[in-house]
Structure formats: C-alpha cells, structure tokens
C-alpha cells in the first residue's frame, strides 16, 4: 500500500511562484515513476507532470518552462516549483504514484490552488 500527502496549495496571485509537496510511505519511493496532475471543476483531470525513478521528466505543455518537477528519494518526497502561475492553473493538484508491479495507481487526496487574476 502506497500513501500520497499533498501540501503546499493556497491562493496566490497571478505570476507569483507555489511549490506543492507530497510526502509518500508505504512503498519503496525510488522505484516508482511519480507525477502531479490537476482537475478544475468539471473538466477532466490532467496530467502536469512526471519524474520517473531515472528522473526523467515529463511536462504538459500548458506548463512547460513554468512548473519543474522534482524528487527526493532520501525524503520520500515529490515536489512541483510552480511559477508564474495564471488563473488557469487553478485546480486541485493531486499527488500520483506508479509501478509496473502494481494493479493501480495510488492518489493524494489533493491540494487545492487557486490563482487570481
């Protein structure tokens, strides 16, 4: 079993900078490929960003060049530096792990961004 912890979110201004964290336990953190992804209200969610356990990494294009995604395994940690943040980044952010042995993916609960304008 895999937990997720998001934390970081709040409300911030257009173009200031937020850093998301999520903390894992209950697997072996360096193995598996860990990613961000958001869902505003009554769309779909989206993905923002991967890093797998090479650490390469991956980005949607809305983000490209603003947001970097980064971990540490020592922590357990997973975090997305997001910069320059628009209005249209507002959305639940969500913690996600994978695994090629694994059934499923496991999920954060969450963490809520909001970006006014």
């Known amino acids: 079993q895999v937990q997720l912890v998001e934390s970081g979110g709040g409300l911030v201004q257009a173009g200031r900078s937020l850093r998301l964290s999520c903390a894992a336990s209950?697997?072996?953190?360096?193995?598996?490929?860990m990613g961000w992804y958001r869902q505003a209200p009554g769309e779909q969610r989206e993905l923002v960003a991967t890093?797998?356990?090479?650490?390469?990494?991956t980005y949607a294009d809305s983000v490209m060049g603003r947001f970097s995604i980064s971990r540490d395994n020592a922590k357990n940690t997973v975090s997305l530096q997001m910069n320059l943040l628009k209005p249209e980044d507002t959305a639940v952010y969500y913690c996600?792990?994978?695994?090629?042995?694994?059934?499923?993916?496991?999920w954060g609960q969450g963490t809520q961004v909001t970006v006014s304008s």
């Open positions: 996600n792990a994978r695994n090629s042995h694994w059934r499923n993916d496991y």
């Open positions: 209950g697997s072996a953190f360096s193995t598996n490929t």
């Open positions: 890093i797998t356990n090479g650490f390469a990494t």
